[in-house]
C-alpha cells in the first residue's frame, strides 16, 4: 500500500473513531429490528471515542492470536498489506479457546475463533474480556472425524464405547456432538477423551485413541500417518469464524481504530488470496504440512464452497451461535443458557466499512 492510501486511510479512521458513538445509533438502512447489528456500542467504548484527541499510531501495538500458525501475518505480509501505521504483536496458539484465555487474562487484543469458544469463554469470571466484532466467513473444510490406519470402524454409530479424542471448547466438540445425534448415540455413549491437537494426532496415530475429531494442521498431519476420515463436517457447520477484540482494546481509541484498519486489510487480503490460489499454496504448504499439490486442491475446493471474507454482524450469524449454545446446553456440555447476542458488539461496523471503502481507493 502507498503512502498516499496510507494517510487517507488514517485520516478516515480518526474522524470514524472520534464521531463513532454519535453514528453508532443511526438507522444507516440498517434492520432496527432485535438484529445485534442494531445494539448500542458499550458505555465505555463511547466515552473513549468522544473525548476529541488524536491518536497517534506510532505509540499503538495491537496485540493479534492465531491458531495453528502465523496464517493472517503470512497473508498480510504476502498480499501486500502488512505496512500497518501501528505494531501488530502476533501469538500462536493450538486453539480460539486458548486465544481467548489469553484475551481474558488480558494479553490480547485481538483474535479470532470458531462459534464455540466465546461461548465457553463468556462464562469466566470477567465475562471473558470480549465482544464479537465482526466475522471471517470462510469454507468449513478440514473439519473431520478421522480414524487410524486399518481401523475396523466403518461408521459413526460404531464409536459406541470408543475412546473418541476431540478438542474441548471448539467446532471439534461441537461437530462430534452433531454426528453422534445423527447416528442415534448421546455424548455418554462414547469415552469422550479431552486432548490438543497435537497430542490427538500422536495418540491416534499411536492407537490409544479409536477415533479424533479435530480440524486444519492437525487433520494434515494426522492423514500424513495414514488416518481417514470417518465423517467429515463440511455441511456441518456454519463457516462462521468470529474476530473477538477485548474490552479494553474496544475502550482505547488508538488500538479500536487499529482493529478497524486491521479487519479491513484482511479483507483485501482475502481478495488477494482467491486471485492467487498458486502462489498462496507455496507459501501455506509447509507451515500447514501439506505438499504443495494438496495445499492447492484444499484451497481450490474451499473456494468451490466459499470465498473468506470479513462479514459485518447480523441476526443470522448470531442465531447460527445460539443454536450451539442451545445445542451443548441441552446435553449439558454447557453449566447454564448463554445469550449469545450479548457477546456481540456493532460498534466498529460503520468504522470497518469506511475503512474499506478507503483502502479500495
Known sequence: MNKRKSGSLLAVITVLILTLGACSNKDDSIDTSDSVATQAPSEAITDSAVDG???????????????????????????????????????????????????????????????IP????????????????????????????????????KSVADLKGKKVGFIKSTTAQYFLYVMLKNAGLSWSDIDSVEITTADGVTALL???LDAFASYGNSINAAKNG???????????????????ASVDALA???????????????????????????????ISADPTGQTYEDALDVLQKGY??????????????????????????????????V???????????????????????
Open 53 to 115: 484527541s488524536d491518536i497517534d499510531f506510532s505509540n499503538v501495538t495491537l496485540r493479534f492470536a492465531e491458531t495453528g500458525w502465523d496464517l493472517q501475518k503470512e497473508l498480510l505480509k504476502a498480499a501486500g498489506l502488512d505496512d500497518t501505521p501501528y505494531e501488530v504483536e502476533y501469538t500462536v496458539f493450538q486453539g480460539g479457546n486458548l486465544c481467548l484465555e489469553a484475551m481474558a487474562a488480558k494479553q490480547v487484543d485481538l483474535t479470532g475463533s470458531s462459534e
Open 304 to 337: 468451490e464452497q466459499r470465498d473468506s471474507q470479513v462479514i459485518t454482524l447480523s441476526d443470522e450469524i448470531t442465531k447460527s451461535e445460539q443454536n450451539v449454545a442451545d445445542a451443548f446446553f441441552e446435553v449439558g456440555l454447557l453449566e447454564q443458557k
Open 206 to 208: 499411536g492407537g490409544e
Open 252 to 282: 482505547d481509541k488508538g488500538k479500536s481504530a487499529a482493529i478497524v484498519d486491521y479487519l479491513a486489510r484482511l479483507q483485501l487480503a482475502y481478495e488477494w488470496q482467491k486471485q492467487n490460489v498458486e502462489k498462496w499454496a507455496e
Open 226 to 244: 495414514g488416518a481417514t476420515t470417518l465423517e467429515s463436517a463440511a455441511d456441518i457447520l456454519s463457516g462462521n469464524f468470529p474476530f473477538e
Open 339 to 361: 445469550d449469545v447476542s450479548t457477546l456481540y458488539d456493532n460498534s466498529l461496523t460503520d468504522g470497518y466499512n469506511q475503512a474499506l471503502a478507503a483502502l479500495r481507493k
Open 118 to 153: 466465546p461461548i465457553y469463554a463468556s462464562l469466566a469470571e470477567n465475562g471473558g474480556n470480549f465482544k464479537i466484532v465482526a466475522v471471517n466467513n470462510s469454507n468449513t473444510l478440514l473439519q473431520e472425524l478421522v480414524i487410524p490406519p486399518n481401523s475396523d470402524i
